[in-house]
């Protein structure tokens, strides 16, 4: 089938693209002589999973516990849960999940680490990986690395846990103005983590995990010394977010929207068949100057403003010719919520789609 068959609004993988971005993170990775684990909130995608291990991941990260379930589902055989596991319905799942599965966590707190380690020693037939996480700089979940070192301590004594390590996120990487900003970040980010570790290890801890890293951050943060692994995410598909921070190219965007138009109210206005429903409202206008997306092939095009249903775009001269019923494709501000929306993508090759895929990790937020 060729793409100009499907329904629109319908989300669009570049396989070509995709395969290029795997590679090319992957061997950022190699040659700074650490490990990659993707995040897989991106693409929420057993099957794009699958191409970074085979590409050389050495696992896969999620947010949520759901996630996970889905990935491990698929065949992924390492995870991390990037994210506290709270409440006893979660230990639970995370109990069962851990007897299939090679899963780390990340703890920030004494008690949480405690309740999993309680459910794990009432029946040993599993154990997690643990991750103490730190805070960086980004003021969001996390102790301070001052404290770091006594919680490790408390958790490394608790039966059914496995101490590895730390982990930590430097978000902050996103409010930069230019690359040398985020260059700063990153190496802020490396070295308090990896001095962290140091300190946990010479405090008798095997703290042999030390993972860092955003798409922003990442091939920066990766060549500090004593960093073990990166966790970027969107660098697959990359969106607008990304390239205005400069650290993916625009050509290089796997993931666009084909949406119709569906109304010409006047010779400078167009209505697509796409809203807030498809394109969320996360994330700042594109600084490039095409607002909230970028329109294959019509760069002069502004995507305006969204409705709940409706996409409303600046038309230039050049591109009035279009009509109701015309097709395009939107690369979006940000690629992670996009893929959120839909049931299914469309994996393309040349123009012509290899396969359909359920989107499995869609609405995993528990």
């Known amino acids: 089938m060729n793409k100009r068959e499907l329904d629109t609004p319908y989300v669009l993988i570049d396989l070509n693209k995709v395969e290029n971005n795997i590679a090319m993170m992957q061997t950022a990775a190699n040659e700074a002589g650490v490990a990659l684990r993707p995040h897989a909130k991106t693409h929420k995608l057993p099957e794009l999973g699958r191409m970074q291990i085979e590409a050389g991941a050495i696992g896969l990260t999620v947010a949520k ?3 996970a379930e889905v990935m491990a589902s698929g065949g992924i055989p390492d995870i991390l849960i990037a994210y506290p596991i709270v409440g006893v319905q979660k230990i639970e799942r995370l109990f069962a999940l851990a007897q ?3 899963i780390t966590i990340a703890v920030d707190r004494f008690e949480t680490a405690e309740a999993i380690s309680n459910r794990m020693r009432e029946d040993r037939t599993a154990s997690v990986g643990v991750l103490v996480e ?4 980004f003021k969001r979940v996390g102790v301070r690395p001052e404290d770091a070192l006594a919680l490790a301590q408390k958790i490394d004594a608790l039966p059914g846990l496995t101490f590895r390590g730390l982990m930590t996120f430097a978000g902050q990487s996103y409010d930069a103005v230019d690359l040398d900003g985020i260059r700063s970040i990153a190496n802020e980010e490396g070295v308090i983590a990896a001095q962290t570790a140091a300190w946990m290890r010479s405090h008798g801890l095997p703290a042999e995990i030390v993972s860092v890293g955003s798409t922003p951050t990442s091939k920066f943060v ?3 010394p004593g960093i073990s692994e990166i966790r970027p995410g969107t660098y697959i598909f990359g969106d607008l977010t990304q390239v205005s921070l400069g650290v993916h190219e625009l050509e290089h965007c796997a993931l666009t929207v084909k949406v119709t138009i569906i109304s010409r109210p006047s010779p400078e206005r167009a209505v697509i068949d796409a809203g807030t429903k498809v394109f969320t409202m996360d994330g700042a206008d594109s600084p490039i100057g095409t ?5 294959a092939r019509y760069p002069g095009i502004t995507v305006s403003w969204f409705t709940e249903e409706h996409g409303m775009l600046n038309l230039p001269p050049e591109a009035q010719h279009l009509e109701v019923g015309d097709t395009l494709e939107i690369v979006p501000v940000h690629c992670c919520a996009v893929v959120n929306m839909f049931d299914e993508v469309a994996a393309v090759r040349d123009e012509e789609v290899e396969s359909i895929w359920p989107v499995q990790g869609r609405g995993k937020v528990r």
Do not use: P
């Open 134 to 137: 730190i805070d960086s700089g």
């Open 100 to 102: 299939k599965s090679r």
């Open 222 to 224: 990766a060549r500090v």
């Open 291 to 295: 607002g909230r997306g970028y329109v």
């Open 65 to 67: 516990l759901g996630e």
